[in-house]
């Protein structure tokens, strides 16, 4: 279920959003802790901006807080912080997948 701080992608108008070609586009990674039965949960979203900066956005965090950092402390510093690994994102879009 979805609640206001989530949002499906599909119901996103983005057929009204106009379209940027740029040389390098951002990156989506997940920090990801794994339970003991195999299962897990995103404890936080990275967005990895060309050139190697990272924004940081933790789930646990209930103010929201980002964090400016570098795809190498999330690698070597955050991700151990966290209890995670990073990991890359893909959906059904990113595998050509039917809805």
Known sequence: MLDERTIGVSSWPTNQLGLLLVEDEPAVLALYRRDDDHSGDVVAW?????????????????????????LENVRHRWADLMDAELVQVAGRRTLNLAS
């Open 46 to 70: 990275v967005f990895v901006l060309p050139g190697g900066e990272a924004i940081l956005l933790p789930t646990e965090d209930s103010r929201g807080r980002s964090v400016r950092t570098t």
